[in-house]
């Protein structure tokens, strides 16, 4: 299977559907399918051997992607945050791109469309469209940089094979009412955005987009466009807490499913947001780019059934990612590759049909059994719950002793002053690391760094009590919500120069 199957497939069963943008004036199935044809044919006349998106959201990512496919050419969808060497290394490692941007003055020497040009001309030539190609399922289908704010990105590989293994294996066909919608705030360059585009379209789901988030417009946008369904990411779900208690507000009705992932979430973030969403079903789902998307997922029951519960084991739950999906393994493996036993922590493995793990730089990282290393640490309890503790190199060394920022990050989260938090180790002559904790407290708070140390101490022992506690406007995120630790360090340090724009004190 490739994907112009999966696009055929849902022309022909849902042809008339409006599954992008507005219900009154969105594009129906059969017009995506014919504007992406138009769009290969706009290919293959450049003789492209890759198409670059680089811009936001909207109804031109959708058609750009297919027309890709229909092109039989790898489509790449680029960070528009990267700075101008960071842009022109990406787009030199490129088969003869084609380059679809909002920002044409940012692109040298290369065939390039504008999103209005790109809209335009697929509309126009729609009718003419000559017959598309049928891409073989192992041939690549979409690139996605799985870095670029520090060293140079690489090219994380996803085939044809690999996105319709998640989407076959985990949506069921033209299962959304004519009447359902999502809105999708994730940026174009992320697994989430392609995965989110891909299942929503084969169960027959309205799209939105919503190109710059905020809280009050994507409340606003939810309640307009009466969405049902809804993926945000941490710091997103942070924000439209804070609008609703704000606000004196609850959640709007029509949102029947929320799905979350990409980043921790504070425990008591979530259970207010539970709250304030009663009949919202939530899901935090857990996923990598290699591994074309979600691969453990704790489904609505679970969040309800942990929130409730007095069990500490269940309650604990909350901060897991849930069960792995039936179409792939996750195992727990020690510094040997040998399985762990439940609770013990090690290395987090994947293996499954949807599992790339390769680049085009440095090829498969798939070992002998078919495993991948996620590079997170985390472990898995009796019943199969994933816990995710942290990125392998995200680990603080202080004395010779191996420290997760996750666990402290789950006790300062517990503290009624505390909004959001995230730990990091500090370069340190004498102990190799010392541990920092970096908060951004509540509206009002006039906090003490040493009753927060005494919180930590009194839950952990005392070699895990944060040596520096560095109070925060707002924690550095990148756009799909996770924590830039070196910017981090860098308030403590002042090694890194952006972040001094992120040190300016609460009080």
């Known amino acids: 299977m490739n994907l112009t199957m999966l696009l055929d497939m849902v022309v022909e069963g849902m042809p008339d559907r ?6 009154e004036d969105g594009l129906t199935a059969r017009e995506l399918g014919r504007r992406a044809r138009a769009g290969a044919d706009l290919v293959r006349a450049a003789e492209a051997g890759t198409v670059v998106f680089l811009g936001g959201n909207g109804p031109a990512f959708p058609v750009a992607l297919f027309a890709s496919a229909y092109a039989g050419v790898p489509f790449l969808p680029v960070n528009y945050r990267l700075s101008a060497e960071q842009l022109d290394d990406v787009l030199g490692r490129q088969a003869k791109p084609m380059v679809i941007t909002d920002s044409p003055h940012r692109v040298r020497g290369m065939t390039t ?3 209005e040009e790109f809209t335009e001309q697929t509309a126009v030539a729609a009718d003419r469209a000559s017959e598309p190609a049928d891409p073989d399922p192992d041939s690549i289908a979409v690139l996605l940089m799985t870095s670029g704010t520090t060293a140079a990105p690489k ?3 996803l085939r044809h094979r690999h996105l319709t293994s998640y989407i076959f294996g985990s949506v069921e066909f033209a299962s959304a009412e004519a009447s359902d919608a ?5 940026p174009p360059y992320h697994i989430a955005a392609v995965a ?3 299942s929503n379209l084969y169960a027959g789901r309205r799209i939105v987009y919503l190109d710059h988030f905020s809280a009050t417009e994507w409340l606003h946008r939810v309640r307009t466009q009466e969405v049902t369904h809804a993926m945000v990411v941490p710091t997103m779900l942070v924000r439209i807490v804070d609008e609703l208690v704000r606000a004196g507000e609850h959640g709007p009705s029509t949102l029947r499913s929320l799905s979350y992932g990409g980043a921790k979430i504070a425990t008591p973030v979530l259970v207010e947001a539970l709250r304030l969403f009663p009949g919202t079903g939530f899901v935090n ?3 990598l780019t290699e591994t074309a998307s979600s691969i453990a997922v704790l489904g609505p029951d679970d969040h309800r059934a942990a929130v409730a519960s007095d069990d500490p084991a269940v309650r ?5 990612v849930g069960r792995a999906l039936p179409s792939v393994e996750i195992e727990v493996h020690d510094a040997d590759g040998r399985p762990c036993p439940p609770g013990a922590v090690g290395d987090i493995v994947v293996r499954g049909p949807q599992v790339a793990g390769e680049y085009l730089e440095a090829g498969s990282r798939l070992d002998g059994d078919g495993w991948f290393p996620t590079r997170d640490r985390g ?3 009796a019943d199969g719950f994933v816990f995710v503790e942290g990125r392998s190199d995200d680990t603080i060394i202080r004395g010779g002793e191996n420290i997760a920022p996750s666990e402290i990050e789950n006790v300062l989260a517990e503290h009624q002053w505390v909004a959001e938090v995230a730990v990091a180790g500090i370069p340190d002559d004498e102990w190799g690391q010392r541990i920092g904790a970096f908060v951004v407290v509540k509206p009002g708070v006039r906090p003490d760094a040493d009753v927060l140390r005494e919180f930590v101490r009194g839950r952990l022992r005392s070699s895990k009590t944060p040596d520096d506690i560095v109070f925060l406007q707002e924690l550095p995120t990148t756009p799909t919500g996770k924590i830039l630790r070196r910017k981090l360090v860098g308030t403590a340090t002042g090694d890194v120069e952006t972040a001094q724009a992120a040190k300016t004190p609460v009080l």
């Open 316 to 320: 604990a739950r909350l901060a897991s």
């Open 285 to 287: 789902a857990y996923g």
């Open 182 to 186: 999502t809105v999708v705030s994730v």
């Open 113 to 115: 469309l504008t999103l």
């Open 196 to 198: 989110n585009l891909l």
């Open 18 to 23: 409006v599954l992008i943008g507005d219900r």
């Open 379 to 381: 472990h898995v309890d």
């Open 155 to 157: 090219s994380a590989v």
